[in-house]
């Protein structure tokens, strides 16, 4: 059994790596961290897990943790990631999974779009296992960046025509359910503010834009012609990405269909969907879901992929990881299907 | 024209006097205040009125409103309407009409429900005008309280078969939109947590209880057989309260029906639903649809209630009684269809 | 391997059986019937399923069912069932489990309730088996009726208290989501018409009602004081059932939830709120969620139930009552917590 | 008092006529046609209106109804207006305001978008007031083509850059409320089925492009780079449209945001959103709310606007238009605030 531990426990993504790993076979949790809520039960806090643990959350430092933990995760905000990797990779083995941006982008990069200097460079790995196939249980690295929400919705969307050199410009319109935002209440998940709404937000801007950039255009290398826009819809999870793509040639909706097909082969997570993907079909589940339909009267194609954001954009990813970089199965404990 | 002002103007009762004033015929508001957005221009705070107000939210006193208003509205939360009534009251003549709980009930009943002293009491008359016949044009007093929202669709479930003595127990199980708790952002109000779902509360002792035993006994005299359980829905506006009755001789459908037709004849905001009464056809309004069926089995009936919490459980009752105890007509600026 | 088939697979229930199916360790689902879909593979009608299933939906006829299948799940109509059971029952082992109202009454309540001849009685075992602990591994019967829905809810809300005798009266305020509706659009599933609205149905005599009278009336013989109102709230899954119970004894809230806990000890898929139970926490799951309060002014005990209509109200409890009576374990392929 | 008829009054459009109208002070409904409803009342059928209109639904042919009104509209399905106009339009004064698609489009166009021939081509004005400022109250014509609801975001989120000759292409990527598809329910007005989900559909080659295409090109002539991609989302109302535009010149948000000032000054339906517009706050009214910002790194810019598809969408306009060309006030009967 790999003895895992959840650094931020509370929030939505440590609530669901305790909800899957709760079925992984191959898992045990041996502790979640949580400053505010240390002393509670895992399942007073959430009331879903009532019967699944016994655990209490604890307000363990790195070092801690390190002692009983093989892979930690670290499910925390960006910029309190940096705060604990460095004692984390110091002497040890554990693996690190960090489900924040700390470490997703290259320093100066991160400088630049996150406004505020890095304290901690470190080696790690940006990870989509579908399009990043060279990471295996051969990864001697022990730090994993989960990508982000918006770039794992959007990169798996446009990846094999980029692959395939294609693209020229492309436009992500994303719609994301709020618990992308967090569980703290604010202005923008307020209710009355947000059902039968729906919420345009960071229209040219958005900080996800920078790992959309750095992973497309390691496929399609010198291609940056990318924009990116997101809205909250009324909808608690789920990213539908829209992506309105100009090609370098005119393709039929079969000649993408085929590309996409040829492309992930063999990946289990991905499926195409039999006309437009769905949230409710991937809802609680690892995976993406794809459509699309070439423009017959230009060189437009829109690619449509639905994926959980805190799933195949958080937390069932991370795990997909560990399973990678562990040698387990890469679909050990995550073969559930969406909840309609 | 009568010179209305509103103390409290960035919560959801203040918006909604704002929005049904702009379209009252015999209605200028003359001051908006606020002390947390004092500055700002009313239609920039609440964007639904851009087009509608030039007004600028101010921090004013009692004083400074007196001068400058004919009535005032309370849409302030309760225990702050009692720290402005007295210097409102002194001197001058100009009405108010309080949405907070602060003059509803009388004083010993007030300080036992809401626990805390009550700091100036004073004269008012409870009016929901349904069943409050009493209040015209030659109320001689200056206070309204207006009705709690629960009350108000409660009071007009039952009104009818307390008024004819039938009462013999009931229970009234209400669910409510979730503007009922105001526009600050909280965990009840977190999009996540009441989207798909329903948040009961306060089971068996919510403070709104008292408000419906003073209006029910007072029908019914010594009737004090009243439970009350609301409920949260996914819903902005709107309260439906299903008033689970055991009355006192047995009853066909088409007996409450007449009994209920009988009561509120000539009540322009009663209307009766063709089977059920539902929260869309009063949504915005202030009208109250009502729908009932007798139980064949034995003494109980079930009567429904619709109302929007905001309009006829605040706002739009709080301007109805404006209407009647200013001697205008008591619909007017109030003949607006629900919005579907 | 046990070999399952399900009768009517592309309704809701029968998409919930095969999405629990789908991970069970010791099921195969070896035939899948639909008419009006047959030759199509079930994962192109449940896209959800995508990667889950190689199996089509076949038009079998029973005979054919009962050569590859071991355990045969019902999800089809009221009226239907009886349809085929005759024949199942004929010769053969296979163990039925009817996710129908046709089983669930003595013959002469269910003509009187369903208004229709009964075309085939047989004798079968009503199951929700927290409260019916004698069908274990030894029954010897070849037919379940699967418990209906708002009964499944409303009966674990009450029957503690019933088995303990304090029962005087109770009224089941139920509100449900909308797929207890099925999936044919109607005007009641139409999105305009239930979202942000609530529709009461059926006040006082809904079908379901003589389900809750037998099972409550085992427990507490004699008392039939019970009413039942059903609501649909703008919800896809899940039953909020507010019991209002009047109580023979006046019993505070710690002496309830004593019952309670004594009542439901060593039951895996019963669980006690920390508050009030969440639609949310059992989303998806096989779990009721339970919270409670005593009215201090009188007799008077506010019970909540929170299950998955679909799950702990229709699929999910058919495999566990598959599990019960297959000598399985009972949470087998049924543990995993409700999706937030 | 202007006599108005409505064509098929059971639709949303129908009774969004009927709701607005029946607080215009210049208009009276004198007619209302159904052929599934006829006999009914007006407000059995819509019961938001109960207390508004004693008005019975008939079945009128459109020589009754010429003698009986001044304006008909039009709010039947495609396809059904051009049965009805010639005969509307042969002798008499009558005007008429089609809100379906017949005589929106060239007869060519028309024919090759809605595949079927045109039956009876006639002479009409498309009309959006803001960008058509020649149509006033000297119209000649009878008959107003009023637009789509599509086309009426779109339009007013591009027409201030198409009038400045700036676009190079434009990308409408639409959501809309499932009101726009009729109150006929279908799979995807299925309420499980949109709930917490959003629905893209016609990716490519929706039969409202060619509106857009129309009205774009008209005022920056030769331009037709124009995609348009509509989303349904768990809305009743609401069109937000993300233009994603390039532009000829580099402009800054202040630069864009001068030319909407400038376009649309003195329209009084044209608001700017403080930062981004709402669907909530135009819900149930005639304005349109725009909000913009340029990408700072490029060409690019993102404008939104928000109306209410079923107000300045369909039925609102249409009333805005009769207004005009009837020599009222444009805002009249139309001057109410969104609705949060």
Redesign the interface.
């Known amino acids: 059994m790999i003895k895992a531990g959840i650094i931020g426990a509370t929030g ?1 993504t440590g ?1 669901e790596l305790l ?1 899957i790993l ?2 992984h076979p191959s898992v045990e949790v041996t502790a979640a961290t949580s400053r505010a809520a240390a002393g509670k039960k895992v399942s ?1 806090v ?7 643990y016994d655990l209490t959350l604890e307000n363990l430092n790195p070092d801690d943790m390190k002692k009983i933990c093989d892979v930690i995760f670290l499910a925390v905000p960006h910029g309190a990631a940096m705060e604990v990797v460095p004692e984390l990779l110091k002497d040890g083995t554990c693996k690190i999974i960090d489900l924040s941006a700390d470490y997703r982008l290259p320093v100066s990069v991160f400088e630049k779009v996150y406004g505020s200097k890095h304290k901690a460079p470190a080696d790690a790995a940006y990870v989509i296992p579908e399009v990043h196939p060279e990471i295996t249980k051969d990864f001697k690295g022990r730090l994993i960046a989960n990508p982000g929400c918006f770039p794992t919705g959007a990169t798996l969307a446009a990846a094999p025509l980029a692959a395939a050199g294609l693209l020229k410009s492309v ?1 992500f ?1 994303s ?1 994301t ?3 992308g935002a967090g ?1 703290t ?3 923008t ?13 960071k ?3 958005h900080r996800h834009l920078a790992e959309m950039v750095q992973e497309i255009s390691r496929l399609q290398p010198g291609f940056e012609n990318i ?1 990116f ?1 997101p ?1 909250v ?6 990213i ?1 990405t ?1 992506a ?1 793509i100009e090609t370098k040639e005119k393709l039929t909706t079969a000649d993408v269909k085929k590309i996409y097909e040829e492309y992930y082969a063999g990946k ?2 991905i ?4 006309t ?1 993907p ?8 690892n ?1 993406c ?1 794809i ?8 060189n ?1 194609v ?1 690619v ?1 992929s639905a994926i959980d954001n805190l799933v195949k954009g958080a937390a069932g990813q991370a795990i997909q990881n560990m399973n990678i970089i562990c040698g387990l199965k890469e679909t050990e404990g995550l ?6």
């Open positions: 939505y609530e909800r709760a079925g007073s959430h009331e879903n897990l009532k019967g699944f436009i319109d719609k359910g709020i618990t569980n209440p604010t202005e998940t307020h209710y009355p503010n947000l059902t039968e709404n729906i919420i345009p937000y229209l040219t801007a924009s826009t809205h819809i009324p909808a608690s999870r789920g539908m829209t309105h289990p997570f499926q195409f969907a039999e437009v769905s949230l409710a079909n991937v809802r609680g589940s995976y879901h459509g699309m339909e070439a423009d017959a009267r230009n437009r829109v449509l073969r559930f299907p969406g909840l309609i």
